[in-house]
């Protein structure tokens, strides 16, 4: 089993949509959680942390269920420029981060 | 000015042959990493190196060997390149406070073709 899994999509959706991606994870040591995002052929970017008690950045909201092992993103009124590759990622030890292979979200007008 | 960088952006090369990505931070970091995005598009780490010296070694053949000059730059070398090796290698840096938060930040990618 991979230790981060996500759909890889695509996930279509038009725009103002409310769209919502989960990520499983197998490490139950896993300390902190993250969403990334990449755009096509461009590197990864902190999107947001993921707490317990769940955040919210403006259209964004990441949530954490450390008993069911699995963190949620949900992006509300979904704009053109959300179009992008959502990657999970989790911190272990070392301040080493594993990877999902991402879920590819893309907004159609 | 661009936080981390990498050249060359693009590298095209025979099998066989031994090339150098180079990666340099201009944040202050004292921490540095390699990853490599295969076709697949996942992303796994290579190599972590923290003022200079290595601290995350994971699995990967002795043909790659990174080298860290000063704590601003981690450049890696591969000798003997196979097509396997074609993928994005993405040199990332944080700051490395011991702090399970600290945000890593990525160079644009070096995008490696072996044929």
């Known amino acids: 089993r991979k230790e981060v899994e996500q759909d890889p999509g695509p996930f279509n959706v038009p725009e103002g949509a409310t769209v919502a991606f989960n990520c499983t994870y197998s490490?139950?040591?896993?300390?902190?959680f993250f969403w990334y995002r990449q755009d096509c052929r461009k590197e990864p970017k902190l999107l947001m942390s993921?707490?317990?008690s769940g955040n919210e950045d403006g259209r964004f909201t990441a949530q954490l269920n450390r008993a069911s092992q699995y963190i949620s993103l949900l992006i509300r009124d979904s704009k053109l420029s959300d179009s992008a590759t959502y990657l999970c990622?989790?911190?272990?030890?070392?301040?080493?981060?594993?990877f999902g292979g991402g879920t590819r979200l893309m907004v159609k007008p | 000015d661009t936080a981390v960088s990498q050249t060359p952006k693009y590298l095209v090369t025979q099998m066989g042959n031994d090339k150098s990505i180079k990666c340099e931070q201009n944040?202050?970091?004292?921490?540095m990493y390699w990853y490599k995005q295969d076709s697949k598009k996942f992303l796994k780490i290579m190599f972590s190196?923290?003022?200079?010296?290595?601290?995350i070694n994971e699995t990967v053949p002795n043909r790659f060997s990174p080298k860290s000059p000063d704590k601003a730059h981690l450049n890696l070398h591969i000798n003997s390149l196979e097509l396997g090796d074609s993928a994005v290698y993405f040199c990332?840096?944080?700051?490395?406070?011991?702090?399970?938060?600290?945000?890593?930040?990525f160079g644009p990618g070096t995008r490696l073709t072996v044929l």
């Open positions: 490490n139950s040591a896993s300390q902190s």
């Open positions: 944040l202050g970091h004292d921490t």
């Open positions: 190196y923290n003022n200079k010296e290595l601290i």
């Open positions: 993921v707490y317990s």
């Open positions: 990332a840096s944080s700051l490395y406070t011991g702090k399970r938060t600290d945000t890593q930040y």
């Open positions: 990622v989790l911190y272990n030890a070392g301040n080493m981060l594993t």
